[in-house]
């Protein structure tokens, strides 16, 4: 027997979007979608497409929250949300959705965030979203086509890009990220 040194992995693969809600003063929230890779497809698909059609009607969909999403709560939904600098984890999520297109399991659900409008000439607001898992056993990435998406009245100016947050450095976190409360 001889020691071998152990290294994290992504056990899952997730491409990642995000479509920002605004109305007349401000954002409302913004859905995330995520499209997972093959096999975790092919393990709902098995576990939860009881009638074996592929694709979930609205029981399966609510046996997929209940028994393959609801636990995220614990991880945040690997997402969380500030406003100038002020995180927010996530622990709130609605109208959640399992789904499948082009042969991969989709989740969208939304998650309700508040952030007024900046008055005209003022410093605008700084709104920063974003998706990681901690634990390193997801590998989350931004889809190629459309990362985001911006759905706002005309009389808002929003601009949007996506950065790498080197204020956050990326640390292992042994205790699995599991939210403390």
């Given amino acids: 027997l001889s020691a071998a040194a152990l290294h994290a992995h992504p056990h899952m693969f997730i491409d990642s979007r995000v479509s920002l809600h605004f109305d007349s003063t401000g954002m409302t929230g913004f859905t995330v979608e995520w499209l997972f890779d ?34 995220l709560v614990n991880y945040h939904y690997f997402t969380s949300a500030g406003i100038n600098g002020n995180k927010k984890d996530i622990i709130t999520v609605d109208n959640f959705d399992a789904f499948i297109r082009e042969e991969r399991l989709g989740y969208r659900f939304y998650v309700p965030f508040s952030a007024a409008a900046s008055p005209a000439g003022s410093e605008p607001e700084e709104i920063r979203i974003s998706i990681f898992d901690d634990t390193f056993f997801c590998d989350i990435a931004a889809v190629e086509d459309q990362p985001v998406r911006v759905e706002a009245p005309s009389s808002l100016s929003v601009e949007w890009e ?20």
């Fill in 162 to 181: 996506i950065l790498r947050n080197s204020d956050a450095p990326i640390r292992y976190d042994p205790a699995s990220g599991q939210a403390r409360r």
């Fill in 38 to 71: 093959p096999f975790f497809t092919s393990q709902i698909l098995l576990d939860y497409d009881s009638n074996r059609n592929g694709r979930f009607e609205r029981k399966e969909v609510e046996a997929i929250e209940g028994g393959a999403f609801s636990n």
